[in-house]
T-cell receptor, first 113, second 114 residues
Framework: AQSVAQPEDQVNVAEGNPLTVKCTYS??????LFWYVQYPNRGLQFLLK??????LVKGSYGFEAEFNKSQTSFHLKKPSALVSDSALYFC???????????FGKGTKLSVIP | DADVTQTPRNRITKTGKRIMLECSQT?????MYWYRQDPGLGLRLIYY???????NKGEISDGYSVSRQAQAKFSLSLESAIPNQTALYFC?????????????FGPGTRLTVT
């Protein structure tokens, strides 16, 4: 079965510092990988996706993610965190021809001024 | 995303009551989904529909039913609500083609079953 894991329930980072939110995925076929963000009292918003091609994917709000096949990881990164980046982040995976997404449990990011 | 709307936004109901959550979208997407979100569990898929005549169970469909009244409308029903169905419910839509896999979420319905 397809699955994703987000090993950290919470990540704290100082404003201006680089941030990383971790995600690993189960090895099954060629994964489609996604990151979504949820701000308080809002639905999830798409940030970026990896399907094929360059391992480094750039998305909205200055976020990027690196697909690492050997480590089965798809970590979300940003060079300089903003307080407004504080939110709940979800990693998700799908597969070719499958429009279902399997979501991780989410990681709460807190950016400290 | 204002293109996906959910009603009601908040609802408190009693055990045993029937309740319907509604979702409408103006994105013109064929695919629609219902998820529930629980703290520490992420999002879990309840039902999904690829078109009006194609409805499929997701990971946790027991205790729920759905109706796809039109391409733009997808309703979720709890036939007899129970307290462990207290959760945040999200509707989502997706398209095919270049944006394959990207889902667009409504603002959510917070349901409390007492």
């Amino acid at each position: 079965a397809q699955s994703v894991a987000q090993p950290e329930d919470q990540v704290n980072v100082a404003e201006g510092n680089p941030l990383t939110v971790k995600c690993t995925y189960s090895v099954s076929g060629n994964p489609y990988l996604f990151w979504y963000v949820q701000y308080p009292n809002r639905g999830l918003q798409f940030l970026l996706k990896y399907i094929t091609g360059d391992n480094l994917v750039k998305g909205s709000y200055g976020f990027e993610a690196e697909f690492n096949k050997s480590q089965t990881s798809f970590h979300l990164k940003k060079p300089s965190a903003l307080v407004s980046d504080s939110a709940l982040y979800f990693c998700a995976r799908g597969g070719a021809g499958s429009y279902q997404l399997t979501f991780g449990k989410g990681t709460k990011l807190s950016v400290i001024p | 995303d204002a293109d996906v709307t959910q009603t009601p936004r908040n609802r408190i109901t009693k055990t045993g009551k029937r309740i319907m959550l509604e979702c409408s979208q103006t994105k013109g997407h064929d695919r629609m989904y219902w998820y529930r979100q629980d703290p520490g569990l992420g999002l879990r898929l309840i039902y999904y529909s690829f078109d009006v005549k194609d409805i499929n169970k997701g990971e946790i469909s027991d205790g729920y039913s759905v109706s796809r009244q039109a391409q733009a409308k997808f309703s979720l029903s709890l036939e007899s609500a129970i307290p462990n169905q207290t959760a945040l419910y999200f509707c989502a839509t997706s398209d095919h083609g270049p944006s394959e896999g990207v889902q667009y979420f409504g603002p959510g319905t917070r349901l409390t079953v007492t």
